[in-house]
């Protein structure tokens, strides 16, 4: 094992005290013959213990030269204590004595030059540390999280810049303060110091992380987020808890902003009437709200990882699948556009849906967001008032207004094409008569027997039309020949060789026909309806239950 040395400071002034003994003694020696025993014995245990320390110093001439001057020492005390003044030769004394004084000068100048040394090593030392200090202290107040240390007491032993720059106090206000009393807020002091106790009770996994308020100057509360350490002696024994801890109080604001917005925003969602669902990229719905679950009758839980596919006929989710294609390649949202929606097992409806697209930070296409609003109501209104607008209410035919639309379509097509086509004009005959003997409702059932037995001999692609009262239009569009419209005639008149049956009553009654053909008898629906009219009555004065072409006029 290394000697242990001793401090350069102790040894020099152990060399210093023995020198300043020895010469004392020398000039004692000199100037008296007789020296008292008990100060001769000071001086040579002065000497023992000087010998002792230079001995601890390893420095060879040292050593030798107080060995030396020691033994010198010792024979001059022999001499006196013994009254043998030639126990020694006096040369041989002073030659030893002063062999001694020479090597003790020597060692006295290595002692010195490894003071030296030794502080210059020191201050070397010292000025490194210095500067590695001053480096870590840099570290410490350059991060932007709060470094504190906290003894075992709960006092702070360090804190960095940033610490004192949350907590707006200077470092001589901090260090040495009891942490707990002076910067955590009495409603968490407990809380926090249980804390503090468990981690020096050796339960840092469960206290390594901890969040808590702490104190500033004006009494504002900061939210820290902690991570905690405990710094141990070689032994274990705690020294202190150190602890880095990143200010959350903007982060925890911004956090429970977003909770109140996302609150807000999912009742007014849940609470809207229409239905508000979002997709992923793969058209999977990821959440619906209530109007969405409760239009398709299933429940979240139902909905959200399916698709279209799983809840619409494959026609309907076919269409919409496209319509999120398109919104998701393009970029540009679908407004307003209807669409039928049929659920599964439930009633067909109609809904006016808008769909967007939904972006991340970078721009990128992350799915859909769809609003449908439930139109059925308002698109079976309309339907109805466009059917009204359309058609006779009473027999469910097309009334003129459609019908001349369908006409206007019909002269187009047949001019472009250079075809021809025909119009029939039908009146009933002595109609008067039934209301007056069956009453007006009895008229209107005839008038719906009519309609129906009109439409059973016509194809679909015809248009029979009541124009009001017993006046009936009928367009043949696919029939190109006088002989096909004379069939179709006979067809009809054919329809009223059986008499009706209106509220237990048997009427017969017959149709009178006025036929015009396209573009022969005019090129214009105005032309082509009067001259059908002039025709009918052609028919009517001709014997009734009959046709006329209006060219036989």
Request: net charge neutral; glycine share 6%.
């Amino acid at each position: 094992m290394r000697k242990e040395r001793i401090p350069p400071a102790v040894a020099g002034t152990a060399f210093i005290l023995t020198f300043i003994l020895w010469f004392s003694f020398f000039r004692l020696k000199t100037s008296f013959d007789t020296v008292d025993i008990i100060a001769e014995g000071s001086y040579l245990v002065a000497v023992l213990i000087s010998f002792f320390l230079v001995l601890k110093l390893n420095i060879f001439p040292l050593t030798l030269g107080w060995g030396f001057f020691a033994w010198g020492l010792i024979i001059n005390f022999l001499d006196e204590f013994t009254h043998e003044p030639d126990f020694l030769s006096v040369e041989l004394e002073a030659a030893v004595t002063t062999f001694g004084l020479v090597m003790v000068a020597v060692g006295i100048l290595k002692a010195v030059t490894a003071l030296k040394r030794e502080i210059a090593l020191r201050e070397s030392v010292q000025e490194k540390l210095e500067e590695e200090r001053n480096t870590f202290k840099t570290y410490y107040d350059t991060v932007g999280a709060i470094i504190v240390a906290i003894d075992q007491q709960g006092k702070v032993k360090f804190i960095n810049k940033r610490g004192c720059e949350i907590l707006g106090r200077s470092e001589e206000e901090i260090i040495g303060k009891r942490w707990f009393d002076y910067f955590i807020p009495q409603k968490v002091r407990k809380e926090v110091e249980s804390v503090f106790k468990g981690l020096l009770e050796g339960k840092e996994r469960k206290y390594e992380y901890f969040e808590n308020p702490i104190l500033t100057k004006t009494g504002e509360e900061r939210i820290i987020r902690w991570h905690n350490r405990v710094v141990r002696e070689k032994d274990g024994k705690v020294r202190e808890i150190v602890a880095s801890g990143e200010d959350v109080t903007e982060q925890k604001r911004m956090q429970k902003a977003l909770w109140q917005e996302r609150y807000i925003l999912d009742q007014l969602i849940n609470n809207l009437p229409d239905s508000i669902y979002f997709k992923d990229k793969n058209c999977r719905f990821t959440k619906v709200n209530v109007a969405k679950t409760e239009h398709a009758g299933l429940s979240p839980q139902e909905m959200v990882g399916k698709t279209d596919f799983d809840l619409y006929p494959e026609d309907e989710a076919k269409k919409m699948f496209e319509d999120d294609q398109k919104v998701m390649r393009f970029k540009r949202p679908i407004i307003n556009k209807i669409e039928r929606a049929t659920h599964k097992g439930r009633k067909k409806r109609w809904v006016s849906v808008t769909k967007l697209p939904l972006l991340d930070e970078q721009g990128n296409v992350t799915g859909i967001m769809g609003i449908s609003r439930d139109i059925t109501k308002q698109k079976e209104k309309e339907d109805r008032l466009s059917y009204m607008a359309t058609h006779d209410l009473l027999t469910g035919l097309p009334n003129r207004v459609l019908f001349e639309d369908r006409l206007d379509l019909t002269i187009l097509r047949a001019k472009r094409n250079k075809e021809k086509f025909f119009i029939m004009l039908l009146d009933l005959d002595d109609f008067k008569r039934v209301n007056d003997t069956f009453g007006h409702s009895a008229g209107d059932a005839l008038l719906k027997q009519i309609a129906e037995r009109l439409k059973s001999v016509l194809r679909k692609t015809d248009t029979v039309a009541r124009m009001g009262g017993d006046e009936f239009l009928i367009l043949l569009p696919d029939t190109k020949t006088t002989k096909d419209a004379e069939l179709v005639a006979g067809k009809i008149l054919s329809v009223f060789n059986q008499p009706f049956s209106i509220n237990s009553h048997i009427v017969s009654i017959t149709p009178s026909i006025g036929i015009v053909m396209f573009p022969d008898n005019g090129e214009d629906k105005e032309t082509l309806l009067r001259n059908a009219d002039i025709a009918m009555y052609r028919a009517k004065l001709e014997g009734k239950a009959n046709y006329r072409y209006y060219e036989d006029l």
